[in-house]
T-cell receptor, first 116, second 109 residues
């Protein structure tokens, strides 16, 4: 149990376009989801915390208007990278916390975004 | 501010040897500490949580508040332990995590 999926697993887009990444909890309800960014051979950096039905809380230095997060249901959160630029190319990972085991974050497999 | 330091980016040991992955943290409150592991081409998964004080896959980790450390240890490393290990700090259950830089462990035959 406690599986988190992400779609797409990889995406290539042109500079200036927007890309939406989905994060789903498949077999549990996720009250909180987190979005991370990971550069090659570097650690995960938290971008934002998303609670169902409320606005996301962004970490310092993360542009809210650039990285739009929506957590409309207990099983789905989306991250939209707006007007993407090559420097947005990265690995984006989501995680979710369920209602039963509140301390454990279950991670998705990640989405590789390449902006050309 | 929360900070996690893993001083070793790479660690290589031989099978059967003891292994210790170091983790130090900085946090003014009462921390919750975790070790996450990422095997090749797999997602990140929880290995240990300091509160549970259990041993998973032969790994243990003890929180030392005096030294602000949470080192991960295993007395006899196995080849299947080769992976990326991340130490993570949370302020409370279910809260945001701050990850260390990670240590790539390689266990040689």
């Amino acid at each position: 149990g406690a599986v988190v999926s992400q779609h797409p697993s990889w995406v290539i887009c042109k500079s200036g376009t927007s890309v939406k990444i989905e994060c789903r909890s498949l077999d549990f309800q996720a009250t909180t989801m987190f979005w991370y960014r990971q550069f090659p051979k570097q650690s995960l950096m938290l971008m934002a915390t998303s609670n169902e039905g409320s606005k996301a809380t962004y970490e310092q230095g993360v542009e809210k208007d650039k990285f739009l997060i929506n957590h409309a249901s207990l099983t789905l959160s989306t991250l939209t990278v707006t007007s993407a630029h090559p420097e947005d190319s990265s690995f984006y990972i989501c995680s979710a916390i369920g209602t039963r085991i509140s301390y454990e974050q279950y991670f998705g497999p990640g989405t590789r975004l390449t902006v050309t | 501010a929360q900070r996690v330091t893993q001083p070793e980016k790479l660690l290589s040991v031989f099978k059967g040897a003891p292994v210790e992955l170091k983790c130090n943290y900085s946090y003014s409150g009462s921390p919750e500490l975790f070790w996450y592991v990422q095997y090749s081409r797999q997602r990140l998964q929880l290995l240990l949580r300091h509160i549970s004080r259990e041993s998973i896959k032969g790994f243990t980790a003890d929180l030392n508040k005096g030294e602000t450390s949470f080192h991960l240890k295993k007395p006899f490393a196995q080849e299947e332990d080769s992976a990326m290990y991340y130490c993570a700090l949370g302020a409370a259950s279910g809260s945001r995590l701050t990850f260390g830089e990670g240590t790539q462990l390689t266990v040689n035959p």
